[in-house]
Each structure stands twice: as C-alpha cells, then as structure tokens.
C-alpha cells in the first residue's frame, strides 16, 4: 500500500493568493481528517470526514478554509486568501474506522510570505 | 474540555538509561494512542490501548492504560540513540474520532 499521499510537499506563496492542498487517503479508509501543526499550537484538528461527508468542521479556523471530499480517493483543504499566520506543516491523515490508529501523510509545509 | 498533558515535554537522556514518558487527560476514556515523530517527518502509530490495563510492547518500547488514573505510560529500555524523536499520545473523546493531543515529549538520546 502506498500510504496517504499528500501534495504538494512544500508550497510557497504570498499573502492573498489561493493554496490548494490535497490527499489521497489509503483505499478502504473511511474516516479522512485534516490536522495543522504548528510550534505554537501543537496538533490541530481542522475537519474530518467520514465516507466522504464532512463530520465535524470546527477546527476550521475561519471561511477562508474549506475542504472538500469529492470521492473516497481525493480530499482538498483551499486557503483563499492566504495569510502569513497560515504558515504551518498541514498533515491529512486516514483510518479505517474510529478505533483504529491514523495513517498520516508526509505533510505538506506551507510558507505564505 | 477534555485536556491531555505529557511529561516531561523535554528529555535528554544516556544510551542504556530507563526513562518513562506520562501522558495524563482529563476525562474518562479508555482509548490512548502513541505516536512517534522524527524531525520534520510524518506521525507514525506506535501503540492502541482499547481497554483499562492494557500493555503493549514494541522492542525497547512499552506502553500501558490505566484508565482509572487517567494516565498512560510510555516506557523506554536501555534507551537506544535511533529512539530519538518526538512522541506524541491522543485520546479518543467520546467515540467522536476526534483525537485530543499532548504537546508531546521530545527524546533525545545521547550516545
């Protein structure tokens, strides 16, 4: 198995422009989550979607952020517009139901300058 | 609010020593995860304790649930220096998947 794949690995950009990040979870996971880490904050859970609906967004900071599960195979998390503060490691993350543990992605590092 | 802390949040420590990570949260729950995570890297899944004293064990490494305590432990044996990293433990609050991490303990070994 391949693992959570997640694109791209770094990603710069300047404050106001769109970033689109996005997944592939590992076939057969149901459960899809989007985390933030920061040396500040830690650990952030931003959404989470189980079969493809969206469960619980109330990590999402604020409406520039969205994510989107179009299919069982690719998510997307979209910042627009960026912001220095968004600077982070964003990790997607998958599982095959609730108790079992996450599979993370590499992360993408995002720079908004 | 379910609160989850790890100490201690920094430990440098002598290849061959015996060290133990604590993870203390705050509400009942008898899920507990450890993760690991190497500088600037992905979290890998160590351990999944399901049940009131539970033990796992992976090589120098052993994690055990009392959930009565509240607490999980994370013990190193005749630390190694490929053990470095940052460890992380979660908890599952109220079956909701939604996972409520420690700041982690960040392990370095010496040789």
């Known amino acids: 198995d391949a693992g959570v794949i997640q694109s791209p690995r770094h990603e710069v950009t300047e404050m106001g422009q769109e970033v689109t990040l996005r997944c592939k979870p590992i076939s057969g996971h149901d459960y899809l989550f989007w985390y933030r880490q920061t040396m500040m904050r830690g650990l952030e859970l931003l959404i989470y979607?189980?079969?493809?609906?969206?469960?619980?967004d109330s990590g999402m900071p604020e409406d520039r952020f969205s994510a989107k599960m179009p299919n069982a195979s690719f998510s997307t998390l979209k910042i627009q517009p960026s912001e220095p503060r968004d600077s982070a490691v964003y990790f997607c993350?998958?599982?095959?139901?609730?108790?079992?543990?996450?599979?993370f992605g590499n992360g993408t590092r995002l720079t908004v300058t | 609010e379910l609160k989850v802390e790890q100490n201690p949040l920094f430990l440098s420590m002598q290849e061959g020593k015996n060290y133990t990570i604590y993870c203390n949260y705050s509400t009942t729950s008898d899920r507990l995860y450890w993760y690991r995570q190497d500088p600037g890297k992905s979290l890998e899944s160590l351990f999944v304790?399901?049940?009131n004293g539970a033990v796992k064990q992976e090589g120098r490494l052993m994690a055990s649930l009392d959930t009565k305590a509240r607490l999980s432990t994370l013990h190193i044996t005749a630390a190694v220096h490929d053990l470095s990293a940052t460890y992380f433990c979660a908890v599952d609050e109220d079956s909701n998947y939604q996972l409520i991490w420690g700041a982690g303990t960040k392990l370095i070994i010496k040789p």
């Open positions: 304790l399901l049940s």
């Open positions: 979607f189980n079969n493809n609906v969206p469960i619980d």
């Open positions: 993350a998958s599982s095959r139901q609730g108790l079992s543990p996450l599979h």
